[in-house]
Every structure is written in C-alpha cells, then in structure tokens.
C-alpha cells in the first residue's frame, strides 16, 4: 500500500525511488534481523522466504517504478534486486530440500516455492538473453503473488505419502514447473508485444477494468451475504486448518459489513469500463481522460478493500449462519481472494504505468516484430516440456494407480492445456497467424495453465490432491 | 468421377482433411472435457452424492446425454475417433508432397530460382573450377558435406538436418499411435481389484465393469503390512505376493505402492491396505488359581488343554464392540475396541465358563473361571487391496510418447539448412559465384551464419595458393538454435 503512494512521489523526482525502495529494503531486513536476534536463528526457511519477498517486492517497485518514471537506471536496479531475491529464494528452496529430504515438489506450497525459483531465473535469463529489460514488471507482481500466497499456505514438512516415494515425482514436477514457467514467460512476452503492436492504449483500459471487474464481481457474487456481510471458510487457529461440518464441506463465517465494502469497490473498478463504453458509443475521446481518473480512484478503492480485508480477517471472531457460536477465520483460508485483491491492485497499477510511460517503454522494448517472435521461441521450448510432462505423468501414474489415463480432473486440464498450445502452433504455422491474434492465443493458453495448476487442486479435487 | 456418391466422397475427404475441421474438433473436445472436469462423473462418484448435487429432472438429463461420464460416452469416442481421422486424412493430403521434397532433394538450381532466392550473394570470379573448390573447402570448414552435382557447369550443393521436414508427419504419427494404444486397452484391456488376506489365493478377478476374469495363473498373498513415520502417517505399504502357475511357485515379490507386480502382461498395484475386522492370533496368559501359568496362541474356533481337566475355547471375535438393549454389537470392522469371548469347559463337570475380555458386565463369568486370561497381544489378519490391470496397448502408448519426443525434438530444434553454390554469368556476361542458401527455421540466425560462410568462401578465393591447415580454425557452431520465423 505505501508503495503505491511512493510511485506516484518518485513520478516527480529522479533518483528518489531507488533511494526509497532502498531505504524499505534495509528497514524491512533490519527489522527482521530483530526478529532474528530474538530468536538465533537466521537461516530458517521462513527467514530466506521473506528476505526473498522483500527483494522482489524491491524489484517489482522499481520495475513499476521505471514505467512511471522512464528512469532507465530503475532497471539495472530492478535486475540487481531481483538477482539477490533470486539467490534468498535459492537459499530457501535448499533449506526446504534438506529439512525434507526430498526436493520442494511434493506439497502446494513446495511447488509454488520451485515455481516462483524458475520464474525468478527466467526472468533474469530473458533480461540477459533477449534483452527484454521491463519482463519483469510483469513477472515479478506474480512472484510476489506467489510468495505471499506461500505465506499463507500449511507449509509443515510433511512426510512422503507412499504414492509419491517415486523418482518420477522429481522428472514430472521439474518439467510441470519449467513448462508453466515457459508459459509465463511467453504470456509476459504477448503483453509486451501487443504495447509494441500499438494496441491503443484504451484497449488495455477495458481489457485491465474488466479483468479487476471480474475479479471482484466474483469475490461479491459468490460471497456476500444477506445484510453486506461477506463470508470467509472459517479457520481453526491452532490446528491451522479449515473448519469442517461434515466431509467436504467447510463451515462459513460472515463478517459484517464487509461484503458492502466489496460491492462498493466492486462498482468502482466497473466505473472505468463503463466510462470507457460510454466514450466509445459517442465517440468521445475526452471521456477516456476520466476514465483513466477512475481507475487512479479504483486502486484507491482496492487499497482500502485489500486493507479492511487484512484488518478484519486476521483478528476478530465472527458468526456463522451454519452454526452456533464464534469463530475465527484468517487470511490463510482464503488464499483466493486475497490473491485476487492484490493481483488486481497490480494489474491497475500496470495499466497506469502504461498510460503514464508508453513512450519510455516503446523505446525500451525490443520491436514488435522480435516479440512476436520470442513468444513463438518460448512456446516452442513449454510446448515440448508439457509434452514430456504430461508423459512423465502418465508414465508414474500407470505404476502408481494403475492406468495411465483415467480422466482425473488434473489430468483432463493438462490436456486441454496441451490442446490450446497445439492449436496456437497449428495456426501459427499452417494459418500463419502472426502478431495479434497469436499473442491472444498465448495470453489464453496462460490463463489455462493457470487455472490447471491452481484452480483445479482448488476446485476440482481428484486423484491427483497433493498438488 | 461425376457420381454423386464419389462426389460425396471427395466433399467428406476435404472437409476431414481441412485444418479448420482439425481445430474445429479439437475445440470441441476441449469444451466437452472440460464440461467433464466440472460436472460430476458417475465411475468417480458415490450415487447418492450425485443425487444430492443434481435434482432428479437434472440428472435424468445429464445421464440421458452421457454428461455424466462423458470420457466414455459413444458420442465422445465417436469425437476422438473423428480427430484421429482427420489427423490421418490432413497427413495424407500433404504428405506426397512433403515426401517427394524430402526424397528427391532439390539440388541443381534454375535461373527463376536463382532470381527469387531471398538468401543469395554473387562474387565475381575468375575460374569456375578454381571457385568451386574454394567454395567447397569453406563449406567441409563449416562442417558441411558438399556434392558435386550436374556438368556443365558443374555446381554444388550441401544440406543439413533433412528429416526437419518430416518433423509434422512424426508428431502426428505419435499420436496415433498413442491413440491407437488407447484404443487397444479401451476394446481389449481390463481393470479390477482383488483383495487378499495372507495365504489367500485367486485366480479370479472381477473386473470394474462388473465381469470376472478367470486368470491362467493364480497369486497368492504371503503377508501385508503398512508402516508408518513417527507422526503417525503411513509410510509404506507392502503385500508379499507369489504366482502359482499349474501348481508351482514361479515368481515371487513384495510388491510396494510405485512398484507393481507383472506376470504375463497382468499387473498388480498395491492400492489400499486394511483390516479384515478378523483375528489372526490371540495371544494370552492364563494363570491358575495356584499361580501357575502358561502362554497360549488362539486362534478364533481353536481348543486348548489347559490341564488334566480344563480347556479353552477361542469363541468369538468382536473388533469393536457396543452394548446395547442386552446384546453385544460391532460398530465397525476396526479393532478399535475389541472383546473377545473364551469358553472354559471342565471335562468333569461338563461345566462351561464364559469370559469375556475385557469384563462385560452381564456377560461375563470371569470369576467363575478356574483361571485367569491376561491378554498379551492381538494379531489382526491384514487384509491387501490390489488394483489388477491388463493394458496390452499401453507399449504403443509409450512407444508413442518417446516418438513425440523425437518428432517434437526434430520440429523445434533441428533446422533444415541447405546451401547452393553454381556459377553463373550475368547480365554483362561477368563470369560470377552464385551461392544461396535456405534454412525452414530461424532466419535471422541462418542469416548470420550464411554471411559468415560467405566470408569464408571469399577468404578462400583470395588465397588462391593451397590452404593451410586450418584444423585449429574448425570451430563448429551449435545448431540448437530454436524454431522462429
């Protein structure tokens, strides 16, 4: 939230962000050493995570900080934070592996850890390799997503259950993970392009207003209550774990007023979209100016409501309409929601860093026609990853389960993920489908991805419930 | 040819063999599985919980149309059977003609190919021998194999990488044949479970549709375990199993979770581990009213001689036990709480004791009994659950995979390079070197590498006197660049 409000100081001055994020950077690390010389132990897990955090969270600041500003020396910065998140998050992937004695795949949180590694290394690597400097205004925001969701996710070591005791685990985890990573990268890579392919910049308005929109009309729709409350999966603070009433289903506490507060700034992030299709119907481009004040509003808006969400779930017991009594929730039972919270602040923040630095970044990018083509290259290494990936699975599956296949949801996902990347070659290559409609394609085959890795252990539990 | 049949025929073949049916179905598929991702299937879901998701009239329909388990709906086969179709009719529409550039190389260049050629240079010489020499040392210095082809005026050609052109056809072969294994184990393959407590023997399986499958060989289970970590949480499952064929023993395993058991194309998984609910031993101390005492092994229905005149009886078993309106139940099959009844009959008397362990008020006659029954130990007979498979297609499944691999391999990382070398005279009838070049992938990088061979041949030339050994020089670039267009 402070961030937010340096960005918009350091637009005025030159060196004054790097001086800030530099400044943040050592109070945070001060005040965990505090923390540390409480407690003796500074090499903890725990301890490198956040340092790890910290870092990218420095390097996404200057990286937002850079498109604001079009200071170019954000970005030699930005990589150097990155580079020393990078090395923390090493560092706690190598704790976790030794503390377990496996690698980090075989849990949620021990996958997201290796992803947010691989996503961090690629992200140096594109910087370095392709001379995409600003790929990390994008990946870092989902880094820092990543970590924080790892905060809130149960991350105990637990033992191997006997169906993962497989070298298989390793092969397929380490494809599955540099795949996905693949697909981030080309789906940074397709944003990049369409700034370079000059998408008018009101396009970006609609498709970031609509994106926040959604996320918030699903956060109402699916949890307010009657009279504004807004309901949250209860938390059982000293087991660390969801609240059940029977098998499967968790038991909902309502916290009042909240849900008012969400279907406020639910209308406050449609504002700019509706603004912007009122502009388009009467063909008035003076009409966009307010809509990009709107959504300078909308994230405001979206601190507030990310802040009331933190103050009021983290403490306080509340009832449920299910059953008697007081309970307690916390953020850790909604991972969702609170990731949907801060990806939309990011993806505003984005849109107006776009609005603010268009030229800067049209310099700095490389043309639209080398993006186009990295997008290809990248796809061209996930494609071959998912394959092997998919394989590898199936291939541990058959010695696990029994049969290679058996349409477990997960299962099922990953082949669609594999279908809409298959479609983006065949259209490449037989249709040729360059620019646009292909880095559509490649934005769509990430938010499959996505959803095959996140959404499906949430939503569509089957066979495959470790991760 | 004018038929309507054949005109059918050939309007079926092109709309089959058309790109956009392809994706077309493919988005099909997409759709109708990821409906299956999110409505509940009927072979993964209890019936009631499906009646409790979905009111009647919903699920009548969803059942109706086979969205209820969709993965082996006729409708959905019917889909994936037409993809493979059109996979196989879109390959042999375009494969002559990939074939025959594949096989037939083009090696001698025309004068409208030479106009068109996009990568090309011309250098003036002075002798069409003397250049083409020097043209094919710098390309043997670039790790090409230059041919000499055709007379008058003889020229040359070299190429790398030429199966990059079939790279397509092995992608698309891959997954038939990986379709085509799926097919097998759908028609011919079998699921089932089997489960065993130790020294038990089938050789019958029943099958998840419902059939029973009578093996040529039978297994038999030797002991089952499960261990666990310090926490508590399991660990390890294992079954000890053994194949008898007409009799004898021929194969032997312990067989864990990751680690089946296979014997003629039949595999057995380690899937669940359990109790039986039934006793295997019970083990006891039984001490007399002198103090004497002795251990003793029962197992449920045994008969030991205490002494001269007592005997005990193994009775009856009860894993978890209830009382409840004067009768003794069992809540479930877990030896969460259990009883055992003993009857001690005294040959003299023809007196029976009942006793219970522990204590069951009403039930028991402990104190009547002539000795006293401490319990030592309760081995619980373990039961093991084995997933029972046969997929003869699976190899196909496999074979299909590492092929994809190679296919996908060939189409993202090998480029097909080939390079010309003839000369030609021009317009003003110069006596000139024409070399082109053509790469299917990554141009810009073939570009580079084209202007670097260039270079090359011109040093060549320059150096009309025999070359030195350049061995030293004959560094080769990595040809693992990417695909890009």
Redesign the interface.
């Given at each position: 939230m402070a961030r937010a409000k340096v960005e918009q100081q350091a637009a005025a001055s030159g060196m004054t962000l790097i001086v800030m994020v530099g400044l943040a950077i050592a109070f945070l690390l001060f005040m965990a050493f505090l923390n540390v010389v409480k407690t003796g132990n500074l090499l903890t897990e725990s301890n490198l995570l956040y340092a790890a955090l910290i870092f990218y969270a420095g390097a996404g600041s200057l990286y937002l900080g850079f498109g604001v500003s079009g200071t170019e020396s954000y970005v030699k910065f930005a990589s150097l934070a990155t580079c020393a998140g990078l090395l923390a998050n090493t560092g706690a992937v190598f704790h976790r592996w030794y503390m377990a004695g496996h690698p980090p795949f075989a849990s949620i949180y021990e996958m997201l850890l290796s992803f947010v590694w691989t996503l961090a290394a690629l992200t140096l690597f594109a910087e370095k390799k392709f001379g995409v400097k600003v790929i990390g205004t994008v990946t870092m925001p989902v880094a820092i997503v990543g970590v924080v969701l790892m905060q809130l996710l149960p991350s105990e070591v637990?033992?191997l259950?006997?169906?993962l005791?497989?070298t298989?685990l390793h092969v397929h985890v380490t494809l599955a993970m540099l795949a996905y990573a693949a697909c981030a990268l080309s789906f940074a890579l397709a944003m990049m392009f369409l700034i370079q392919d000059n998408v008018e910049t009101e396009t970006f308005l609609a498709a970031t207003s609509a994106a926040v929109s959604v996320a918030y009309g699903a956060i109402v729709l699916a949890r307010f209550e009657k009279w504004g409350g807004l309901s949250l999966v209860a938390w059982d603070p000293e087991q660390k774990a969801e609240v059940f009433i029977s098998r499967g289903i968790r038991l909902f506490v309502t916290i009042p007023d909240l849900g008012w507060l969400m279907l406020l700034v639910w209308a406050g992030v449609t504002a700019p979209l509706i603004i912007y299709a009122y502009a388009r119907w009467r063909n008035d481009n003076g009409l966009i100016a307010l809509a990009d004040r709107a959504v300078f509003v909308s994230i405001l808006l979206q601190i507030m409501a990310l802040g009331m969400f933190i103050l009021r779930a983290r403490a306080g017991r509340y009832p449920s309409l299910d059953a008697e009594g007081l309970y307690a929730t916390s953020l850790a039972a909604s991972p969702f929601i609170l990731s949907g919270l801060v990806a939309g602040i990011f993806v505003s923040l984005l849109y107006l860093m776009l609005v603010w630095r268009r030229n800067d970044l049209e310099r700095l990018l490389p043309t639209a026609d080398s993006l186009d083509?990295?997008t290809?290259?990248t796809i061209?290494?996930a494609?071959?990853l998912l394959?092997?990936m998919i394989?590898a699975g199936?291939?541990?599956a058959?010695?696990?389960?029994?049969?290679?296949?058996s349409?477990d949801?997960k299962e099922?996902?990953a082949?669609?993920t594999w279908?809409?990347y298959?479609?983006y070659l065949?259209?490449r290559i037989?249709?040729g489908w360059r620019g646009r409609r292909a880095a559509y394609f490649a934005i769509l085959g990430f938010g499959v991805v996505m959803f095959t890795f996140f959404g499906?252990t949430y939503l569509?539990p089957?066979l495959h419930a470790y991760a | 040819m004018a038929s309507p049949r054949s005109s059918f025929f050939s309007k079926f073949w092109q709309l089959i063999s058309s790109i956009k049916t392809g994706v077309i179905l493919l988005i099909v598929v997409v759709i109708v599985s990821a409906a299956g991702t999110v409505i509940l299937q009927r072979p993964m879901t209890e019936a009631d919980e499906m009646q409790r998701a979905y009111s009647p009239q919903m699920l009548r329909i969803l059942d109706a149309t086979g969205l209820t388990n969709v993965f082996h709906a006729w409708w959905f086969v019917t889909l994936l059977v037409l993809v493979s179709l059109s996979i196989v009719a879109a390959s042999i529409e375009r494969f002559p003609n990939a074939w025959r550039y594949f096989s037939r190389p083009y090696k001698i260049t025309d004068a409208g190919f030479r106009r068109v050629l996009p990568t090309q240079k011309q250098i003036a010489i002075e002798d069409s021998e003397a250049a083409l020499s020097a043209a094919e040392r710098a390309l043997q210095d670039s790790g090409f194999k230059p041919e000499r082809v055709g007379n008058k005026p003889a020229s040359l050609f070299c190429e790398r990488n030429r199966l990059s052109e079939m790279a397509v056809y092995i992608v698309h072969a891959s997954l038939l044949l990986i379709f085509l294994g799926g097919i097998i184990d759908g028609m011919f393959g079998w699921t089932g479970f089997v489960s065993l407590v130790n020294g038990q023997q089938v050789q019958k399986v029943e099958t998840r549709a419902g059939a029973i499958k009578n093996l040529d060989f039978a297994v038999r289970c030797d002991g089952a375990g499960q261990e666990n970590y310090a926490d508590g949480s399991p660990k390890k499952w294992w079954s000890k199993l053994a194949v008898v064929e007409n009799g004898r023993e021929v194969l032997r395993k312990e067989i864990v979770v990751n680690d089946p058991l296979v014997y003629h194309g039949v595999r057995f998984y380690q899937a669940s581990f359990g109790q039986t609910g039934q006793v295997e031993k019970l083990l006891l101390t039984a001490t007399s009213k002198d103090g004497k005492s002795q251990d003793i092994g029962l197992k449920v229905g045994d008969t030991v001689q205490l002494d001269a005149d007592s005997s005990v009886r193994f009775e009856k078993f009860i894993p978890d036990y209830v009382v409840r309106d004067g009768q003794i139940y069992t809540a479930s099959t877990s030896p969460q709480n259990p009883a055992a009844e003993l009857l001690v009959a005294s040959a003299k008397t023809g007196k029976t004791v009942e006793v219970w362990l522990p204590e069951i008020e009403g039930f028991a006659h402990n104190s009547e009994s002539p000795y006293l029954f401490n319990p030592r130990d309760l081995k619980m007979a373990n039961y093991t659950g084995l997933q029972v498979s046969h997929e003869p297609g699976q190899w196909g499944v496999w074979a299909g995979c590492l092929l994809m691999a190679v296919g996908l391999a060939t189409a993202f990382y090998l480029v097909h390079l080939r390079i010309w070398v003839t000369p030609v005279r021009d317009a003003k009838g110069t006596l000139m070197l024409w070399i082109g070049g053509a790469s299917n992938k990554n141009r810009e990088a073939f570009q580079d590498k084209f202007s670097e061979i260039i270079e090359k041949i011109q040093k060549e030339l320059k150096q009309a006197q025999p070359r030195q050994t350049q061995s030293a020089k004959l560094v080769e670039e990595h040809e693992t660049t990417l695909v890009g267009d």
């Open positions: 637990r033992p259950v006997p169906a005791q497989s298989w083509r990295i290809y290259k061209g290494i494609f071959p394959t092997l394989a199936a291939y541990w058959n010695r696990t389960w029994g049969s290679y296949w349409w949801p099922t996902w082949a669609i279908l809409v298959a479609g065949h259209m037989t249709r499906v569509l089957g | -």
